[in-house]
């Protein structure tokens, strides 16, 4: 929460000229499922020279957007042809969204990875790679 409200935050990457689009299309989804377009926020900003967008909603109500935005959200972006997942890393929201955008043998390198510099898992807790597959559906 912030003084306005309740803010759902993405840092996301996308293509250059899709940038703003994903913007666009977050606020048209949401003002379709809210019948009060003065209580939503949407804003988005970010790095043009990385193509990554810091995307922001705010729901000045409280009203929990959660279901509406995810996974949405991540299908469009992946649609896009961009990253579910930009400067700030997976983090602990988002982990089990990675499959939308990455392979079964992507992940399981990353995996390894980890294992080979991280074998206790000790670094960046409570940071993690998906733990099921997640359903393409």
């Known amino acids: 929460f912030t003084a306005l409200g309740h803010v759902y935050k993405y840092d996301v990457s996308l293509p250059l000229a899709d940038m703003y689009d994903l913007v666009d299309r977050t606020?048209?989804?949401?003002?379709?499922?809210?019948?009060?377009?003065?209580?939503?926020?949407?804003?988005?900003?970010?790095?043009l020279g990385d193509s990554n967008l810091h995307l922001n909603v705010v729901s000045k109500s409280g009203v929990d957007l959660l279901p509406t935005l995810e996974p949405w959200i991540f299908h469009e972006v992946t649609r896009l042809r961009g990253s579910i997942s930009?400067?700030?890393g997976l983090g602990q929201a988002k982990?089990?969204?990675?499959?939308?955008?990455?392979s079964p043998e992507a992940i399981a390198l990353m995996r390894s990875?980890?294992?080979v510099f991280d074998p206790h898992h000790?670094?960046?807790?409570?940071?993690?790679?998906p733990t099921t597959p997640l359903s393409q559906g």
């Open 86 to 88: 930009a400067e700030h």
């Open 122 to 129: 000790i670094l960046n807790p409570y940071k993690f790679l």
């Open 27 to 47: 606020r048209r989804l949401l003002s379709e499922a809210s019948s009060d377009d003065d209580d939503l926020v949407v804003a988005g900003y970010g790095h």
């Open 113 to 115: 990875l980890k294992d």
């Open 95 to 102: 982990h089990n969204y990675l499959p939308l955008a990455k």
